[in-house]
């Protein structure tokens, strides 16, 4: 990308950074690590973990780039003198490690957007779909098709394709995700969920596997430490402020988290027993995502819909994360 290249205005590079920052883990992680750790007070620990861990860091990134003006590794050398720069390329290196582990599963959620549109979900039984979709050689053309397509936003530059995009996905990402949310809310046993998510057991913060949960959570779905928001920083305005921005894509991250866990355990806890909804929150990502929630979206009204706008948003959130790291 040409340095000369900028976001446009501040909100267009709020809206990237929170591309970068909101993704798949946010719809498929945040449920099941908030299920494990006792729901609300995993919810104190995770946003304590925000202001004392993520955003911090995410202050210091932009920092480094919007004075440095260079990369990741060119960075480190301009601001800790050149025998750093490896510490920029050891960031460089985790990055781009993650980036092609991401890309499959963004190829997953593609297919199983399309999968939705055709009402193959709701069709098929979740199992059968799942195996007879990963043993075939469909994940590696989806594979192919997510990093291609990320790589030629990326082609188009900051302004008219990173920006352009993220201006498109984020607004609609949040939108979508609130109207799941909000459908879950008015299933029934829905106020069970609610409970379990936002009345917390303070006696379970004395619990120091709650708080390295939360700070793993935040670490991971934020994105502080990747390298991700000093590279889109060098492409900042002058005037971007650094603190109130990092805030807000931070608590932007929080939100969209916060509405995918109403969606998913509002939706779990009204068809299932507590103890039950819980299992299934905690049988992993793929088992979860791609396995149990299509069983219970079949039994909402609108199924179809439902589970459009679920694949939808998990696409548009693990796409919007790829860009960043391509």
Not at 49 to 62: G, K, N, T, V, Y
Not at 139 to 158: E, R, T
Not at 199 to 226: C, F, H, K, M, N
Not at 291 to 304: E, M, Q, T, V
């Amino acid at each position: 990308m040409n340095k000369t290249d900028s976001f446009t205005s501040k909100w267009a590079f709020i809206f990237s950074a929170l591309g970068m920052a909101i993704g798949a883990g946010n719809i498929w992680r945040f449920p099941r690590i908030a299920a494990q750790n006792g729901g609300g007070a995993f919810l104190i620990a995770w946003m304590i973990a925000l202001f004392i861990w993520s955003i911090p860091i995410i202050i210091l990134e932009f920092a480094i780039g919007s004075r440095a003006k260079a990369g990741v590794i060119k960075a480190f050398g301009i601001i800790c003198g050149r025998s750093y720069c490896w510490m920029g390329g050891f960031i460089a290196f985790c990055t781009t490690a993650i980036m092609f582990y991401y890309s499959v599963v963004t190829g997953w959620c593609i297919r199983y957007m399309l999968f939705a549109l055709k009402s193959n979900i709701l069709h098929s039984d979740p199992h059968i779909l799942w195996n007879n979709f990963i043993s075939g050689n469909t994940p590696v053309l989806f594979h192919l098709i997510s990093i291609s397509l990320a790589a030629f936003v990326v082609s188009l530059g900051i302004a008219k394709g990173i920006e352009k995009i993220n201006n498109i996905l984020i607004p609609t990402l949040f939108f979508l995700i609130a109207i799941a949310a909000t459908k879950a809310l008015f299933l029934p046993n829905a106020e069970k969920g609610l409970r379990f998510l936002f009345y917390p057991d303070i006696g379970r913060l004395l619990d120091y596997r709650i708080w390295l949960e939360a700070i793993t959570q935040s670490a991971w779905s934020v994105g502080p430490g990747w390298g991700l928001i000093l590279t889109y920083a060098v492409y900042s305005r002058k005037d971007q402020d650094i603190v109130s921005t990092s805030v807000i894509v931070g608590l932007g991250n929080n939100l969209a988290s916060i509405l995918a866990g109403i969606a998913v355990i509002c939706t779990l806890f009204a068809f299932l027993p507590k103890q039950e909804a819980l299992k299934v929150a905690e049988t992993g990502n793929v088992g979860l995502t791609f396995l149990w929630l299509p069983s219970i979206f079949k039994k909402i009204s609108h199924a179809h819909i439902f589970i459009f706008v679920f694949f939808l948003c998990l696409s548009s959130a693990a796409f919007s994360s790829l860009i960043a790291m391509v």
